[in-house]
């Protein structure tokens, strides 16, 4: 995948993902070299090749950041009709799982628009009591950079997609 050319496609995914799984995985490495993989809700990308995410109950990226800013992100579309659909028809029509990789920025205070943007993905839990407790009080966010994109390969089923 060209991570400019197909940025539109891979912002698309990971939208999808967000629907059926809620949260992508950001891979990084501790100062021993020993990987750690966090989940995360709140990741947003940007417009050019960029994103954030909401540096809240996060205790591993902040620490590996200090030692290596390097990360990868899976994102691995799980709406179950989506994998029905292509199992029934023996092909994925769009990828299953996209991987970035790039580098965490510096922690800082968040905009409004960034905390607008999470507000909206969480508006359906708004009512409930566990949502306040969550996720009230999202101050900082931590920006990333992406220079690479690679879609998941699984076989035949992958093998015509870019």
């Known amino acids: 995948m060209d991570i400019k050319v197909d940025w539109n496609d891979i912002r698309k995914h990971f939208t999808s993902c967000f629907r059926s ?3 992508v995985s950001i891979a990084s490495v501790d100062e021993e070299n020993c990987p750690t ?3 995360v809700g709140s990741l947003f990308l940007g417009h050019h090749q960029d994103g954030f995410y909401f540096e809240k ?3 591993r990226l902040p620490q590996h950041a200090n030692h290596n800013r390097k990360i990868c ?6 709406s179950i009709w ?3 659909k292509s199992l029934f028809q023996g092909i994925f029509r769009s990828n299953p799982a996209i991987r970035l990789y790039g580098e965490l920025g510096e922690k800082r205070e968040a905009t409004e ?3 607008s943007r999470f507000r909206a993905r969480i508006r359906s839990t708004r ?3 566990g949502n306040h407790y969550l996720w009230d009080d999202m101050q900082y966010v931590r920006e990333v950079t992406f220079t690479r994109a690679e879609k998941v390969n699984l076989g ?3 093998r015509h997609l870019n």
């Not at 992100?73 to 799980?78: E, G, K, T, W």
């Open 21 to 23: 799984n809620y949260f």
């Open 37 to 39: 993989v966090t989940p």
């Open 57 to 59: 109950y996060l205790s």
């Open 73 to 78: 992100i899976l994102a691995v579309n799980s």
């Open 82 to 84: 989506f994998w029905l």
């Open 113 to 115: 628009a960034e905390k």
């Open 127 to 129: 009512g409930l009591k």
């Open 156 to 158: 035949d089923m992958t």
